[in-house]
Structure formats: C-alpha cells, structure tokens
C-alpha cells in the first residue's frame, strides 16, 4: 500500500517564525487533506488539495501530485498553532484517507 | 446542524467486556469512517462504508463490527474488549458519488481504555 512519509517529525518554534511542513507519498494519489489535531485531539479540517496552491490566512499548501509531495506553510506562527500535523492522501483507487505519522509542532512564546 | 457526532468521549471498559461507539452525521453524506489512532500514530482505518447496507474492512478491522442500518449512523461495536483496543477513535462521513472524492470530516473522538 502507498507509504506516507512526514518531516520534521518534531518542530519547534519561536512565536512569529515561518515553518514548512513536507508531506511525501510513494503512490498516485487523487486528493490529499490536511489536519491540524489541537492538544485536546480534535482534528481540525486545514486544507482540501488535490492539486495545485490554496491558502487560508497564515496557512497555505501546495500539492504537486505529479512529484507525489505536498508541503504545508505556517507564517507567523502562533503558540495556538501547537498541536500535530497530518497529511492524508487518498489513493488512486481507493476511497480512503491514509494518514502519515505527522508532525508534531511546538510553538513557543 | 452539528456535522459528525461521537458518543460517549470517554469510556473505560474491562478485558473482555463488549461496547458500541455511536456516531452520527447530519450531513446526508454516504460515505462513513472509522479510525483508530493510537498514541504518536496516525490514523488507521478500522471499516468504512458507502451507503446503508453497504460496510467493508479497512487497515484493522480485526476485533471490531460495525452495521449500517441508516445514512446518518455508523456504529463500531467492540467484542471482547483487549487492552490491544485502548485507543482514540475517530468517526469521520463525506459526500460523493462513484468516483468523486470530496473533504472528510472528523467527529470529536473516543478515547477508550481498556484494563
């Protein structure tokens, strides 16, 4: 099955740095979200990208399908940034979201 | 309109007890979800659905039954409760029909343990 590889695994942070968040899939994928799970573990609905750049306040992603990566932008962070990040690629085929590991993001202020 | 709706949040059982997680959605949406996510893990899929009457396995189904009887629920039933099980479950449901992918949303969670 298709592997979902996350980096950095861990971040952190100075409140008011820039971060990028790389998603790296192995197989073809037709869409691709992102979540942010806040410390008190909900999962909170960032980005749906198949394809392409959406951005939405401090946060942007871009996904090139072709190059089976994604990559989530955080500028200016915040200290309510904190919590775990994941990408979840559907693969071709399937109709099933397949979560990476994460990462995990410590904003300090 | 509440979306996805998990209950209970939190339950405690004893090895070899049995429980159903409730989840509901509000959405009219077909597809339905469940995950487990143990601690520093990502999420992995448990059994999903594309309809009523219509369930198949995911990633881990193993321990687990689920039944839908209704577009809106989607209930996980546990047999013989393991510690193997002490988790935080995840109910998510999205729209769409055929081929067409559309956003997944994301119930609250039930943190289960198990002892």
């Known amino acids: 099955g298709i592997q979902v590889e996350q980096s950095p695994p861990d971040l952190i942070l100075q409140e008011g740095a820039n971060s990028t968040l790389r998603c790296n899939f192995s197989?073809?994928?037709?869409?691709l979200q992102w979540f942010h799970q806040n410390p008190w573990g909900q999962l909170i609905n960032l980005f749906y990208?198949?394809?392409g750049t959406k951005q939405n306040g401090r946060l942007s992603a871009t996904t090139v399908a072709t190059e089976r990566y994604s990559l989530l932008y955080i500028s200016s962070s915040q200290t309510t940034d904190s919590g775990v990040y994941f990408c979840a690629p559907r693969p071709r085929g399937f109709q099933k979201l397949v979560f990476g590991t994460g990462t995990r993001l410590l904003v300090s202020p | 309109n509440a979306g996805v709706t998990q209950t209970p949040k939190f339950r405690i059982l004893k090895i070899g007890q049995s429980m159903t997680l409730q989840c509901a959605q509000d959405m009219n949406h077909n597809y339905m979800y469940w995950y487990r996510q143990d601690p520093g893990m990502g999420l992995k899929l448990i059994y999903y659905?594309?309809?009523?009457?219509?369930?198949d396995k995911g990633e881990v189904p193993n321990g687990y039954n689920v039944s839908r009887s209704t577009t809106e629920d989607f209930p996980l039933r546990l047999e013989l409760a393991a510690p193997s099980q002490t988790s935080v479950y995840f109910c998510?449901?999205?729209?769409?029909?055929?081929?067409?992918?559309?956003?997944?949303?994301f119930g609250q969670g039930t943190r289960l343990t198990v002892v």
């Open positions: 990208i198949p394809s």
């Open positions: 659905s594309v309809g009523a009457g219509i369930t």
């Open positions: 998510a449901s999205r729209t769409g029909t055929g081929g067409e992918y559309t956003e997944a949303f």
């Open positions: 197989d073809s994928v037709n869409n």
